[in-house]
């Protein structure tokens, strides 16, 4: 029995997001060539890029697996804000790297988000975040549009360790 909290498992892998979600999609250039790739996709994959973004990382595996069970939390004392996720599909390709995971109970929100390095032919190394979700918590509710905004907020700051993890390798 599934502990996902919404129908639409895998929306991020194949798309197109469904209806009835707020949808996020950023993507920003993190390095250049085939070393910068593996770099990124081993840090996405291996929790180092939340992990360097500030978040807090509980995983059942050190590598995204499907089926893998995540607790991310972010914040400070009691601002902290902690989603229990579970990963839903992988991709471990010659030119595409990452993962999704979906909300668990318990999660503020119920969606799915991934998070794919991909190497473009012209050797640019593409980072995307990828995300469909709508409140479920009463204070994701309360929050309304501020939400999506933090959620746009999360996905630069993403973005930018992922580049700051390429740069200095």
């Known amino acids: ?48 890029m939340h ?17 893998t069970s995540v607790r991310v939390s972010i914040g400070v004392g009691p601002f902290r804000f902690t989603a229990p996720c579970e990963v839903v599909w992988t991709a471990y390709e010659k030119e595409r790297i990452g993962f999704a995971y979906g909300t668990r109970r318990h999660h503020p929100e119920c969606g799915e988000e991934c998070f794919v390095v991909d190497l473009a032919d012209d050797g640019t190394v593409w980072f995307t975040v990828l995300a469909f979700s709508r409140p479920v918590g009463w204070y994701a509710r309360l929050a309304g549009p501020l939400v999506p905004m933090a959620q ?10 992922l580049h700051r993890i390429v740069s200095a390798s």
């Open 152 to 161: 746009r907020m999360y996905a630069r700051r993403l973005g930018t360790a």
């Open 51 to 67: 992990r360097t973004s500030g978040a807090r990382v509980q995983a059942s595996t050190v590598r995204a697996e499907a089926g």
């Open 1 to 48: 029995m599934s502990t996902l909290t919404y129908p639409e498992v895998g929306a991020t892998r194949l798309g197109p997001l469904p209806d009835g979600y707020h949808h996020l999609h950023h993507r920003v250039a993190v390095g250049r060539g085939r070393a910068d790739f593996e770099t990124a996709g081993a840090a996405v994959t291996a929790w180092r």
